[in-house]
């Protein structure tokens, strides 16, 4: 099946999923949207009150600020694609609980296989979780680490940098030099012949998640 067949049907399973509770009381689940061909996948942390309106991720003021963030670096929403760990709305904001996060998780897996995407960027820590499950997002944000065969770089959430000044500008020096950055070694690795092919993990012989050297 072509990559947006599959995104649809997600994405419809997303509209109806009763998996855990937290459909109830919202207006929409929320799958997430952009370019089945996008070369970059940003994963939030679930959808908040403007996003359950809509069934669309980060349409509120983090989703400003999102988008401004895409624009300095020359990228519109449209040719990204943007998604959450949980698709719907947990109550009053709250964070997801492990057990919701484990119920979209499979949503989100079946995601990034469609559009095996050069790069992830994850913003946030339940995002950051899913790929570096010990790390602490203080010391690995703005580094890009090779995770199954992928880019993955690691963010402060966009609306946590709304809330702290020092963050905000941490997040716009992150955005402009490293995911360019990791988009030109994901490139580079790609022509090697040493990228968009993951590795199931059980056949893996290669290091755990490691830094890359120059970034
Ligand atoms: N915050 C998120 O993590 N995701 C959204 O979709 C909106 C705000």
Same mark, same amino acid.
């Given at each position: 099946m072509a990559a947006e067949e599959l995104?649809?049907?997600?994405a419809e399973e997303v509209e109806a999923c009763k998996k855990c509770a937290l459909y109830r009381g919202t207006s929409h689940g929320v799958p997430g949207e952009g370019s089945a061909q996008a070369e970059v996948m940003f994963i939030g942390e679930g959808p908040g009150y403007h996003e359950?309106?809509?069934g669309r991720p980060f349409v509120g003021p983090a989703g400003a600020f999102l988008n401004e963030l895409l624009a300095s670096i020359g990228l519109d929403r449209s040719t990204v694609f943007i998604t959450n760990v949980v698709k719907h709305r947990p109550p009053d904001n709250r964070d997801p609980l492990p057990e919701e996060i484990a119920a979209c998780s499979d949503?989100?897996?079946?995601?990034?296989?469609?559009?095996?995407?050069? @790069?992830? @960027?994850?913003?946030?820590?339940?995002?950051?979780?899913?790929f570096f499950p010990t790390a602490r997002i203080g010391q690995i944000h703005g580094q890009a680490k090779m995770v199954d065969g992928r880019l993955v770089v690691c963010m402060? %959430?966009?609306?946590?940098?709304? %809330?702290?000044?020092?963050l905000k500008q941490t997040v @716009?020096?992150?955005?402009?030099?490293?995911?360019?950055a990791a988009l030109a070694e994901a490139e580079r690795l790609t022509a090697a012949?040493?990228?968009?092919?993951?590795?199931?993990q059980d056949d893996d012989d290669t290091p755990p998640p490691q830094q890359l050297s120059l970034f």
């Amino acid at each position: 099946m072509a990559a947006e067949e599959l995104l649809k049907c997600i994405a419809e399973e997303v509209e109806a999923c009763k998996k855990c509770a937290l459909y109830r009381g919202t207006s929409h689940g929320v799958p997430g949207e952009g370019s089945a061909q996008a070369e970059v996948m940003f994963i939030g942390e679930g959808p908040g009150y403007h996003e359950d309106r809509q069934g669309r991720p980060f349409v509120g003021p983090a989703g400003a600020f999102l988008n401004e963030l895409l624009a300095s670096i020359g990228l519109d929403r449209s040719t990204v694609f943007i998604t959450n760990v949980v698709k719907h709305r947990p109550p009053d904001n709250r964070d997801p609980l492990p057990e919701e996060i484990a119920a979209c998780s499979d949503y989100l897996a079946r995601q990034i296989e469609a559009i095996n995407p050069k @790069v992830i @960027v994850t913003l946030g820590r339940f995002s950051m979780a899913r790929f570096f499950p010990t790390a602490r997002i203080g010391q690995i944000h703005g580094q890009a680490k090779m995770v199954d065969g992928r880019l993955v770089v690691c963010m402060y %959430h966009p609306a946590a940098a709304l %809330h702290k000044a020092e963050l905000k500008q941490t997040v @716009v020096d992150d955005f402009k030099r490293a995911i360019p950055a990791a988009l030109a070694e994901a490139e580079r690795l790609t022509a090697a012949g040493k990228l968009g092919t993951p590795k199931k993990q059980d056949d893996d012989d290669t290091p755990p998640p490691q830094q890359l050297s120059l970034f």
